[in-house]
Nanobody
Framework: QVQLVESGGGLVQPGGSLRLACTAS????????MNWYRRAPGKQRELVAR???????NYEDSVKGRFTLSRDNAKNTVYLQMNSLKPEDTAVYYC?????????????WGQGTQVTVSS
């Protein structure tokens, strides 16, 4: 079992920045691919960014060049740096830890943190 605690959400003006953090409870944190998802009002949840165990990253097209995902395995934490924020980035952001063990996928979720981009 992995517990994830997110922080860093809030209200920001368009063009501003926020940094989300997600800290995991397990020391085997470096064995998990870590993801950030978001769910905007009236929309389906979407994958925003992913960082694999070897540090490779992938981003949803609309956030490429604006968001940066990184991980600090010594602190069991991933960081999502969000720059040049737009109103359409407004959503609840969820941290996810994913691992494949013996062909079985395990997913763990944080409680979510609200990001609101508005003037």
């Amino acid at each position: 079992q992995v517990q994830l605690v997110e922080s860093g959400g809030g209200l920001v003006q368009p063009g501003g920045s926020l940094r989300l953090a997600c800290t995991a409870s397990r020391s085997s944190f470096n064995s998990y691919d870590m993801n950030w998802y978001r769910r905007a009002p009236g929309k389906q949840r979407e994958l925003v960014a992913r960082i694999t165990t070897d540090g490779s990253t992938n981003y949803e097209d609309s956030v490429k060049g604006r968001f940066t995902l990184s991980r600090d395995n010594a602190k069991n934490t991933v960081y999502l740096q969000m720059n040049s924020l737009k109103p359409e980035d407004t959503a609840v952001y969820y941290c996810n830890a994913h691992i494949l063990v013996a062909k079985i996928e395990y997913d763990y979720w944080g409680q979510g943190t609200q990001v609101t981009v508005s003037s």
